[in-house]
Structure formats: C-alpha cells, structure tokens
C-alpha cells in the first residue's frame, strides 16, 4: 500500500512564529487532505488540495503532485493552533493517514 | 447542512460483551469509512462502505468485527465480544465520492472494562 510520511513528528513553536510542515507519500494519489485534530480529538478539515495551493487565513497548503509532496504553512502561529496534524491520501479505495506532526504552540 | 453524526460519544464495555457504534454520514454523501485510533497514534483505516455494499474491508480484524451501512440508517460498525485491546477512538468519515473531500465525525471512544 501506498506509504505517507510526516516530518518532523515533534514542532515546538513560539507564539507569533511561522513554520512548515511536510507530507511525502509514495505513489500518485486522487485526493490529498489536511486535518487539524485539536486536544480534545476532533478533526477539522483544513484543506482539501490534490494539486496546487490554497490559503485559509494563517494556513496555506501547496501539493506538487508530480513529485508526490505536499507543505502546510502556519504563518503567525496562535496557541489554539496546537495539535496534531495529519496528511491523508486515497488511494486504493481508502484514505490513507501519516503518523502526524504534534505542534505545540507556547505563549 | 448537519456534519458526520456518530453515537454514542462514550461506551463503556464489559470485556466479552458487543458494542455496536453508529454514524449517519452528511446528507447526500454514500460514501462511508470506519477508522481507529490508539492513544498517541494515527489513524487506521478499518472498512471502506457504499450504501449496501462494503468496497474494501482489508483493515478490519478478521474475527469479531463487522460492518454495514444499509439502504435505510446509519452505518454500524459492530464490535463481539470485546476485549481490552479493542480500547479506542473509532472514527466515522463520509464523502460524497471515493477521492472526494472526507468529513469526519466526532468519534465514539470506547472503553473496555
């Protein structure tokens, strides 16, 4: 099955700082999603970009499908912004999720 | 337009009993998926449904677990006899196409005792 991998799986951010997060996956996919699951384990849809990029206020998201990459941009980082963060792609009839990038935002 | 409805929130479970976990996916969305969660981990895919039939099972434990989601009502993953290892957040997300945009519910946490 196809593989998806997060880096870096630890991110420790002062407030008001900018950071990069990176999902690489190893076959060509349909779909290409984001998701925020916040501490009290809900997930919230970031951002659904199979190809190119998209901005949603501080987040933006960009996906070089061709290379088999995607980057999720935190500008201006807040503490509500703390989580986990997953990639999830479909292939084979499934969505399949990274281990995921724990950020903590620190006042 | 409601989000992904999954009930109950919390279960708790004597070891050897069912548990029976529910999800009603968005509204015009027959594109299901069951998922679960350890503590500190991601997400497992489990099952992968369409209304009345069942497209890809390949996550799900052979024994004790099943799934349906039928012509009428929500989907039902379904959990015999279980024991302490079954322990987890199940997770229920619903599109409106295979590649299409998923939107998960809020989870059922289950707790076997």
């Known amino acids: 099955g196809i593989q998806v991998e997060q880096s870096p799986p630890d991110l420790i951010l002062q407030e008001g700082a900018n950071s990069t997060l990176r999902c690489n996956f190893s076959d060509s996919v349909n779909n290409l999603q984001w998701f925020h699951q916040n501490p ?45 963060y997953f990639c999830a792609v479909f292939s084979d009839y499934k969505l399949s999720f990274g281990a995921g990038t724990t950020v903590t935002v620190r006042a | 337009n409601a989000g992904v409805m999954q009930n109950p929130r919390h279960l708790v479970r004597r070891r050897g009993q069912e548990a029976r976990l529910r999800c009603s996916p968005m509204k015009g969305h027959s594109h299901v998926y069951w998922y679960r ?19 890809d099972e390949s996550g799900m434990p052979k024994e004790r677990f099943s799934a349906e989601f039928p012509k009428e009502g929500p989907s039902i993953l379904r959990i015999q006899q279980v024991v302490r290892g079954d322990s987890a957040a199940y ?23």
């Open chain 2, 91 to 113: 997770f229920c997300a619903s599109s409106p196409w295979g590649p299409g945009e998923a939107f998960f519910g809020q989870g059922t946490r289950l707790t076997v005792v």
């Open chain 2, 37 to 55: 969660q350890l503590p500190e981990e991601g997400l497992k895919f489990m099952v992968y449904l369409q209304k009345e039939n069942i497209i």
């Open chain 1, 40 to 84: 009290w384990g809900q997930l919230i849809n970031l951002f659904y970009i199979p190809s190119g990029t998209k901005q949603n206020g501080r987040l933006s998201a960009t996906t070089v499908a061709t290379e088999r990459y995607s980057l999720l941009y935190i500008s201006s980082s807040q503490t509500t912004d703390s989580g986990v």
